[in-house]
């Protein structure tokens, strides 16, 4: 428990926090693979915007595609050949990613700005409005995930904003049960207890107090979050219920890639497995490292 | 210990009538409204007369209070889930038929799964930071990152194609016990579930072995001088056993929608093929039906869960109750 | 592997059998060689059949349930498709040909005397139960069209013995009522005449239009109604009683597995010649082509996007897909069908432009058919122009031209020519009025072309054909949205424009009509204004004269069908054809092509 209020103590003290981030910030330069994880990210990331901008390659017109060879191995024309549409993989791989990177932010950001606001509100008011927002929480809990998914899908149809939309505003869910649990905790603390008895404002405490401490987690989940947004996408594109046509996502591909895999086109799904499989890989680990971080009691040891 | 459990009994019922109440609205968003299933079942022959006729046949031209009301009076007072608009079958005869068979596959995989992944968290927690550590946290992370889908067909390429070792596809007899008659059938997809929630669980594992191993009292038994193999089993394996027996209690909703994928790719006719197969199709009720009833599995998982935590610790008892 | 070893020994045991019986019988004889072998056939995915009694409504009638089902026990009066045919198959019917008297308003039919498994004829009667049923429930059939046909221009209709007499309100045209009326009835037998498991009653045998035997029928209905989708029942005496086909029904899942097994009561010529025939269920068609590939299946299917090269010219098969040319032969199939893209004619936002036929000749014109069967479809698909499937029988129509070959510069210049300007790659208006290259009604000055389409992403084919079709539209200038529907398997994303909230303007299901159960491809379903299944409003007199002419006086198709050509109801795009896979060992005296999905493995041996 001192640590934890030792943690507390430092964020909640405008005048010492600078030597607690600057060591969390070394404990996190310190993991070499953290380090390697973000430059990946970041580098796809870059290459996934920038790419299909300043080196087009045709990706949406089916009809010129269709003069292109279909499911031709790599060559010196197409780096890592064509698909079954007649579309240049390599280029498919940037632009499908653009798709799925952007879904993937977005839909995480949204995921965790309502679940903290969520999991604050409710964390911090308690009582009966604790228990209501709760429960109503349980209920989305107790319905498979992917069945919802297809459901509102099926209802509210698969354009691009809707999938963000659909993804971002029910994966918040399990966050804000975290952060409510956060909140809870700190809103029982002494110090809360001590500022809303002198007279606080509850949004000043929160603002001041729950938040900050919470940020850590936040942080951290936040990163998953993302992690998982793009993985849910993935299994929508394996359902064919992903981006539409002609435009794609890194799941579609995998999906269309696995159908050729007996016919021997390794190029058309190995390739973007790699590169999706170690974002998600290095998403997670960036987390990973980030809770480390802020975990000061396991740096102590 | 009484009041607690018919406390969180009442919760629980709670929960469930806001499961009914959204799953049964969500259609009424639908671009068509209720009458979109009328459609997806006539298909080119959705004659304005041939759609009047089976809405009126279907009960769909009352008003959504009266539909609602008779929907939770009969699943509750008769459990009558109504009649699928695609299978000849009534909805409860749908869950008769494929609630064993996902249970078989589903329950199996979770057997393994926990067989694998909690003495795999406790290990990797002792050797923390060894190379076993990375080489398991690593494989850990890739089957995290994969897609169900895709280890399932690369499973399908190599074990069933390339090196032909085992079936592809489950037995599709109706009875549950088909996993009896032909064992060998059920490697490939009853592996493929498992290696997905071992990456999961074994995770959770060792973070929460690892976390009970810096509270306090541990630290005082190891001051103590207690062997650290004894440390490890007697206090943090027993203290992390309790957010272990939570987290199955709420993974029982991901079972099942981890086992949508791969029942789909090998073709295993269970609910989550079924739920998949109603929601592409608009089959409301059966779609209506599969969710409550999981909802239902999920709320009695968490019940027990919660209940098995009470008996372990008074303390929980006192925090559940707010 | 537990199947594919139960499948040689059965195979073993079947050549040893048929080489015994061989010595023993005249070898010209093949059909008297005993039954043996089993012959596993691949059901299409998610679609399991589910509906046994042969009067069904719209919601059951599904080639699945029908044809490929309840045919193998149930034998309509006029059987269709044979194979590579899809014309009437006298030889398979239970019935004799019509006969039209009194100025094609009498008709009569005699029956064969067929025999149903418990030993009853196949009678009048039967054929009566049919009528009398669907007299008092119209709407609880699936081909029912209000005015038209059975029972709304029958006057009067009875049956003694061997013989139905039908009186109509007025002359019909021979061709259409027997395709299209008389087809779809399938003779029941007097043991499903009940209103409960023991409660007989009087359907079958009552006068044709009689109040008493409305009752009765409906209460019938009822009871048979439920109980045909009880699949529990379907192995059953009562069921199986009625079976006058080649094969009886001895189990069924609720999956959708079914085996079958010789009816030795059949009249009928071809004998059943193996010993079980087995639909097999499958979630996916992916689930489907791994027991392929393991050999499990003899008759089944691929979908032509995984076809690693293309076929030499369309409708031709061509090279295998991956290590299946050991085993199987591919089989091309086009069915009995025409595909199309659905037009709104309503109230939607582009319902204006679609109203004016140049920019639906400009539309049609745009469609690069050639190009999309053979990228798209690797050449499992065939260019099709008109409402004729491109298999019709010529005795039913002469020929029709394609009218709007592929050319985006005649595309160009119906816009051109129409009061259409291209400015920075939008088509806009700049000409309004309804003069003579003018842009036309409804359209105002600046109006840009915009279309909203919606299509069924049911396959790669499917989005690869529909994206190239929008890429060719797009260049000419025309602003296009799209929104993908988000299930396969049925028509019920491109709902009908009668909706009020539906907003395409142009939809595609990814699929067309199949001239089943009515065969005659005479549109007054489709194309006739009001029409039940004229989804998009189309309204046109001379469409409304030309195909009253086809229904009522003995006339050719061929007007109809030129008129559907240049006038264009809907869009016309690819017809696909299915991709069957049928194992090496299998042999048949009718080839393996199946236009009209008639599922006939009574032809089927090893």
């Known amino acids: 428990m001192t640590s934890t209020t030792a943690e507390v103590a430092a964020l909640s003290d405008d005048d010492l926090p600078v030597p607690m981030w600057r060591q969390r910030l070394k404990i996190f330069m310190g993991n070499k693979l953290a380090i390697a994880s973000c430059v990946y990210v970041i580098f796809i990331t870059l290459a996934c915007f920038l790419v299909p901008h300043l080196h087009p390659t045709n990706q949406t017109n089916q009809a010129i595609a269709f003069s292109t060879p279909q499911s031709q191995p790599p060559s010196g024309a197409h780096w890592l050949g064509t698909d079954s549409s007649g579309f240049d993989v390599l280029g498919r791989i940037f632009f499908g990613g653009e798709y799925s990177l952007t879904l993937g932010f977005l839909a995480g950001f949204i995921t965790i700005v309502v679940g903290t606001l969520y999991g604050m509100i409710s964390g911090f008011l308690g009582g009966v409005v604790d228990t209501a927002m709760m429960r109503l929480i349980d209920a989305f809990l107790s319905i498979p995930y992917l069945f919802l998914l297809i459901s509102l899908i099926t209802v509210f149809g698969r354009s691009t904003v809707f999938l963000i939309g659909i993804i971002g505003l029910t994966g918040w869910w399990g966050n804000a049960r975290i952060i409510r649990g956060d909140a809870l905790l700190i809103r029982n603390l002494d110090y809360a207890n001590a500022s809303t008895s002198m007279g606080a404002n509850k949004w000043h405490v929160i603002r001041r107090h729950v938040f900050p401490n919470s940020i850590s987690n936040i942080v951290t989940v936040a990163t998953f979050s993302v992690a998982d947004a793009i993985l849910f996408l993935s299994a929508l594109g394996f359902l064919g219920l992903g981006i539409q046509s002609p435009e794609t996502d890194w799941g579609t591909m995998l999906q269309s890639g696995t159908e050729q895999i007996q016919n021997g086109f390794w190029w058309e799904v190995f390739p973007v497995a790699v590169v999706f499989i170690l974002v998600v890989v290095a998403i997670n680990y960036i987390g990973d490292a980030l809770r480390d971080a802020f975990e000061v009691r396991l740096i102590e040891r | 210990m009484f009041s607690y459990i018919l406390r969180r009994l009442v919760q629980s019922f709670v929960v469930l009538l806001i499961v009914i109440v959204m799953t049964f609205s969500l259609p009424y968003f639908q671009p068509h409204g209720i009458l979109a299933p009328a459609f997806a079942v006539l298909g080119a022959r959705s004659t304005p007369l041939n759609v009047h006729v089976w809405a009126v046949q279907h009960g769909l031209t009352q008003s959504y209070f009266v539909r609602l009301y008779k929907y939770i009076d009969q699943l509750l007072l008769h459990f009558n889930l109504g009649h699928s608009y695609k299978q000849s079958l009534s909805v409860r005869s749908i869950i008769a038929l494929y609630v064993p068979r996902t249970i078989w596959l589903a329950l199996s995989s979770l057997i393994f799964t926990v067989i694998i992944a909690i003495p795999l968290g406790i290990f990797q927690a002792s050797r923390r930071n060894t190379v076993v550590d990375y080489a398991a946290t690593g494989t850990a992370f890739l089957l995290y990152a994969m897609p169900a889908f895709l280890l399932c067909m690369l499973a399908i390429d190599a074990f069933g194609f390339h090196w032909p070792r085992f079936p592809i596809s489950p037995p599709s007899g109706v009875a549950p016990w088909a996993i009896f008659t032909d064992p060998k059938a059920f490697i490939l997809p009853v592996g493929c579930l498992t290696l997905l929630s071992v990456a999961g669980l074994s995770r959770f594992m060792r973070g929460t072995v690892l976390e009970v191993m810096v509270q306090d009292y541990v630290r005082t038994a190891r001051a103590k001088g207690c062997g650290s193999r004894r440390v490890l089993w007697r206090h943090a394996f027993r203290n992390a056993l309790g957010p272990i027996v939570t987290i199955l209690g709420l993974s029982i909703p991901a079972l099942f929608g981890g086992a949508l994928i791969v029942e789909d790719v090998f073709n295993y006719a269970g609910l989550g093929v079924q739920t998949i197969n109603a929601a592409i199709t608009f089959d409301v009720p059966t779609v209506l039906g599969i969710t409550v009833l999981v909802s239902i599995f999920t709320l009695l998982g968490n019940l027990m869960a919660d209940v098995a935590l009470g008996l372990i610790d008074p303390r929980i008892r006192i925090e559940g109750a707010r | ?606």
């Open chain 3, 1 to 606: 592997m537990f199947r594919k070893g139960k499948f040689r020994l059965a195979l073993t045991v079947g050549l040893v059998a048929a080489s015994a019986s061989l010595g023993l019988i005249a070898p010209t004889i093949s059909s008297a060689a005993a039954p043996s072998g089993t012959i596993n056939i691949a059901e299409p995915p998610n679609a399991t059949p589910a509906y046994i009694l042969p009067f069904y409504p719209p919601s059951e009638c599904t080639v699945t349930n029908t044809s490929s089902f309840q045919v193998m026990m149930y034998r309509p009066l006029y059987f269709f498709g044979l194979g590579s045919s899809a014309a009437l198959q006298p030889k398979l019917s239970t019935g004799n040909l019509p006969k039209y008297s009194n100025g094609n308003k009498t008709v009569t039919l005699t029956m064969k005397g067929w025999k149903f498994a418990d030993g009853q004829t196949v009678d009048a009667e039967s054929v009566m139960f049919f009528l009398n049923m669907y007299k008092s429930d119209p709407t609880g059939f699936c081909t029912y069209t209000a005015g038209l046909g059975i029972p709304d221009q029958i006057a009067s209709a009875s049956g003694h013995g061997n013989t139905v007499v039908i009186h109509l309100k007025s002359s019909v045209s021979p061709l259409w009522f027997t395709d299209n009326e008389l087809a779809v009835i399938t003779p029941m037998a007097n043991t499903w005449d009940l209103t409960s498991a023991s409660k007989t009653a009087k359907c079958a045998s009552g006068a044709y239009g009689a109040a008493s035997t409305t009752a009765s029928c409906k209460a019938v209905r009822t009871y048979l109604n439920t109980t045909a989708q009880n699949v529990s029942t379907f192995t059953g005496k009562m069921w199986q009683s009625g079976d006058d086909g080649p094969w009886k029904l001895t189990t069924m899942d609720n999956l959708g597995n079914a085996t079958f097994q010789p009816n030795k009561k059949y009249s009928g010529p071809q004998k059943a010649q193996v010993e079980n025939v087995k639909l097999i269920a499958f979630t996916t068609a992916q689930a489907e082509e791994n027991q392929l590939q393991a050999g499990n299946i003899q008759v089944g299917y691929v979908d032509p996007s995984i076809l690693t090269a293309p076929a030499p010219s369309p409708g031709a098969a061509g090279p295998n897909w991956g290590q299946l040319g050991v085993k199987y032969n591919l089989v091309p199939n086009g069915t009995f069908a025409n595909n199309y893209m659905n037009l709104n004619f309503g109230n939607n936002p582009g319902g204006v432009f679609l109203k004016q036929l140049y920019v639906r000749q400009a539309l049609q014109s745009s469609i690069d058919q050639a190009s999309i069967d053979k990228n798209a479809f690797k050449n499992y698909a065939v260019p099709t122009w008109s409402a004729l499937p491109p298999s019709t029988p010529s005795s039913e129509t002469g020929a029709v031209k394609e009218p709007y070959p592929f050319s985006l510069t005649a595309a160009e210049s119906y816009f051109t020519n129409n009061g259409w300007t291209n400015t920075g790659g939008h088509l806009a208006c700049t000409s309004p009025g309804t003069g003579s290259g003018d842009c036309g009604a409804g359209i105002a000055a600046n109006a840009q072309l915009k279309l909203n389409i919606e299509w069924v992403s049911g396959s790669n084919s499917e989005d690869e054909m529909m994206n190239a079709v929008v890429a060719d539209w797009t260049s000419l200038g025309i602003s296009i949205s799209h929104t993908e529907g988000t299930f396969n398997d049925t028509a019920g994303s491109c709902p009908v424009a009668y909706t009020p909230t539906t907003t395409y303007d142009i939809c595609n299901w990814g699929g067309g009509w199949l001239y089943a159960p009515d065969y005659y491809p005479s549109g007054e379903p489709l194309y006739l204004t009001g029409a039940g299944s004229n989804s998009g409003l189309y309204s046109s007199p001379t469409m409304d004269t030309l195909i009253k002419q086809t229904l009522s006086s003995n006339v050719k198709l061929t007007a109809f069908a030129n008129y559907t050509a240049t006038n264009l109801p809907v869009l016309w795009d690819p017809l696909n054809y299915g991709t069957f896979e049928i194992s090496k060992s299998l042999k048949s005296s009718i080839g393996f092509k199946d236009v009209l999905l008639t599922g006939t493995p009574e032809y089927f041996h090893y």
